[in-house]
């Protein structure tokens, strides 16, 4: 069995063997690319001996950020206004990748109050829903609701656009549709106790 020896300075051997097992009735050559690829890729085959360089395939999770929120947040706004704790950046992003961004609210109200909801790519505004805003029972009149709270997930996936190592920051804003005289708060329902929740706000990098 016939090998290939590089010896270092140091003494040691680094060494290319044949296979264990004796190829098929013809030899095998492999020819190798002319020039070294890029950082990160790796060396594929095209069946017939030639060598090349090469992406690694995609859908493969570069990277996640986890915000926890579980303190109390509040807005009583008509209008949008940032929602404290609902913020996260995602650093050195790959070019061409996507961003899954989900937040799972506990959302407390008033009994007549909407919760309204926008999410932003640094300024830019990602309409989500039918090129508006989220809203989540917007002036629906439920007593209940002022003692309890509610689950509220939102997802989106933001084919983001930037070059690659660029750092995005991801926010969502909140309002109820309606004056201050109405509140949304997180991780507390409307009608104050010791009970208290959780919320989270999550980003998936994905590669191309």
């Excluded at 016939?2 to 492999?30: C, E, R, W, Y």
């Amino acid at each position: 069995m016939s090998k290939i020896s590089l010896k270092h300075s140091g003494g040691n051997v680094v060494s290319l063997n044949s296979p264990t097992n004796a190829p098929g009735a013809a030899d095998v050559a492999f020819k190798l690319p002319n020039a070294d690829g890029s950082a990160g890729q790796f060396m594929k085959t095209d069946g017939s001996g030639n060598l090349a360089f090469a992406a690694a395939g995609g859908g493969k999770v570069l990277q996640f950020v986890v915000v926890e929120l579980t303190s109390i947040t509040s807005w009583n706004s008509a209008s949008y206004v940032d929602i404290t704790g609902m913020t996260a950046t995602i650093n050195g992003v790959s070019s061409g990748s996507k961003i899954i961004i989900d937040f799972n609210l506990n959302l407390g109200r008033s009994h007549n109050t909407g919760a309204l909801f926008k999410l932003f790519r640094d300024s830019t505004f990602l309409p989500g829903f039918s090129g508006g805003a989220f809203t989540f029972n917007q002036n629906e009149y439920d007593a209940q609701a002022t003692y309890e709270t509610t689950n509220v997930n939102f997802r989106f996936v933001d084919t983001h656009g930037q070059s690659a190592g660029s750092n995005i920051t991801y926010k969502m804003q909140g309002g109820n549709g309606e004056s201050s005289n109405y509140v949304n708060y997180l991780n507390r329902r409307n009608y104050n106790s010791t009970q208290r929740g959780g919320s989270l706000m999550t980003l998936t990098e994905i590669s191309a």
